[in-house]
């Protein structure tokens, strides 16, 4: 009889079950990106960069040293083998001619310049800028210093390790415009010459005029870099906030003593508190000891001083060691700017985190689906064309898959600059009021370490139907307002 006596409660579990007693399992919620390099094809994982090379509206993709193109949103086409490209690293992509096609730096050895001819075929232009004779660059960002209608080339260099670090002076050069390519312009110096790694320009007071944000690493203070007449450049970064937290002091392999700061690695650019005013989140690798700045959430202040505000601890962003790379977007259309941060070391797992407001951010990477190898690679881009932004990362193609749920409404603008503002509009920002909101974006041509996302701007508008107010603040200077619609990609030229 013993072995009988647990039949009964089973039975009753069956049956109970067979009547509806217990909910039934529900279906497993829909990750927010799927995983589409099968579909889309290999691309390699060095850092990308993304941008329209051709003008047909599809953003094409530059990774290791390779062209993809887009081909209409449904996968991408390795065009290397007749490009005539011959650059290898990463890579940044702006008009530096102002003819109307995008052209390309390379930042391997002593750099590449590839001229954009037009159906993806490039002329070697490396002997109209003169070399990187310290061949340590990891990461260049282009923009108009001196707005006088041409995007110069900051190119950042890193470091010799040699049981301790030799780092690599930082180079700025000078676009002469049309096809007389750059000259040398300005190389750090001193206490200047810190190892970096990413590259940000960005617009700090507002006053049209780009200031240069440079992620350094070991614990170095970072670069922010305005425009002097007289030295052309001055760091400013310590005085406003932005140089990262100072520590005790650590003495480099050239005997020199810096001021511990952080690992930085690849920083992003973004209004995060929709104020119009451009935030910083700093991406810094940072080992346990507590002198090691962790990664930090910069909010720019705005006038009268534009200092910048740590959020950092509100922000409360989980510390992981590895943090490397960190690339801003809306991924869910709902008018917040998120973020997702890579890690390089095994064990640690990038992160993907959604803006809530007021400077607060929630996990989000499980609900993302997103799970990529230790990478530097990180960029955002609408690839298919359905109004919310993919990704690539750890050498997968991510497609966003939200908009079959959450039917957020989003704006996308693709500006052309003429005269003092460069072709490629790079520096530009644009605000556009929906709603009795707020949002900003600018044009970049590169951020974190060696990473580009689309020149084409991307607005999440969440429930908001329009009509749009649309106020650019053009490159060089001038100011132009527009009326839009949502769902719409609208072009603007400087001028109309």
Known sequence: MPRFRFILPALLVLAAASIGVFPAAQPAERPWFRDATKEYGPIGGGPPAFVDLDGDGWPDLICDGRIFRNDQGKRFVDVTKDSGIAGSGTACVADIDNDGKPDIY????????????????????????????????????????????????????YEDWKDNTYPYPHLL????????????????????????????????????????????????????????????????????????????????????????????????????????HLD???????????????????????????????????????????????????????????????????????????????????????????????TYQAGFADINGDGYLDMVSGGQVWINTQGEKLKHNYLKVRLEGTGKCNHSAVGSRVIVKAGGKTFTRQVEAGTGSGCQNDLTLHFGLGADKGPLDVTIHWAGGGTSTHRAEVNKTVAIRHGS
């Open 280 to 374: 910083i989140l700093v991406a810094n690798f940072s080992h346990p000891p507590a002198y090691q700045n962790r990664t930090q959430f910069l909010r720019n202040t705005g006038p009268p001083n534009y200092k910048f505000e740590d959020k950092s601890e509100i922000a409360n962003l989980r510390w992981q060691e590895s943090y490397a790379v960190a690339v801003a977007g809306d991924v869910d259309n709902d008018g917040l700017v998120d973020f997702f941060l890579t890690t390089v070391y095994a064990g640690d797992k990038s992160v993907m985190y959604r803006n809530l407001g007021g400077w607060k951010f929630a996990d989000v990477t499980k609900e993302s689906g997103v799970s990529t190898a230790t």
């Open 173 to 276: 050069y000078r676009n002469l415009g049309g096809d007389k390519g750059f000259e040398l312009w300005f190389e750090s110096k001193g206490d200047q010459v810190l190892p970096g790694r990413g590259v940000n320009f960005l617009d700090v007071d507002g006053d049209g005029k780009p200031e240069i944000y440079v992620s350094n690493y070991r614990l170095a203070p970072n670069h922010l870099w305005f425009f002097d007449p007289k030295t052309v450049l001055k760091d400013r970064g310590m005085e406003l906030g932005a140089a990262g937290k100072p520590g005790p002091n650590v003495r480099y392999g050239d005997g020199r003593m810096i001021r511990c700061c952080g690992h930085t690695i690849g920083s992003c650019v973004a209004d995060f508190d929709n104020d119009t």
């Open 106 to 157: 390379f930042c391997g050895g002593a750099g590449n310049l590839c001229r954009n001819l037009g159906n993806f075929k490039f002329a070697d232009w490396t002997k109209k800028i003169p070399p990187n004779k310290h061949t340590r660059s990891l990461a260049a960002a282009f923009g108009d210093v001196d707005g006088d209608g041409n995007v110069d080339l900051y190119v950042s260099n």
